[in-house]
């Protein structure tokens, strides 16, 4: 199945969770040739997701902002 849809570069980023979310990887290339930054951290609807052997989130910076209303 092909889904005609575009891949934003400039928004979009790669980041590995897992046992060997350290190792060195090859980059990703989309179709139109443009290559996928790595990231260890993505900001997704305001949470923070770090790279990590497991899932995790960081509530640093949502703490900061609560702390700031104070």
């Known amino acids: ?3 005609d849809t575009v ?3 400039k928004k979009s980023c790669c980041m590995r969770i897992g ?3 350290d190792y060195t990887v ?3 290339i989309t179709c ?3 290559k ?3 990231s260890n951290e993505i900001r997704y609807l305001g949470t923070f997701i770090v790279q ?3 899932f995790k989130c960081s509530l640093d910076y949502a703490k900061k902002i609560v702390l700031s209303f104070a």
């Open 32 to 34: 139109d040739g443009h």
């Open 26 to 28: 090859s980059n990703i």
């Open 19 to 21: 046992p060997r979310n």
């Open 1 to 3: 199945m092909w889904l």
């Open 52 to 54: 990590s052997r497991q």
């Open 36 to 38: 996928l930054r790595w």
């Open 7 to 9: 891949i934003n570069v």
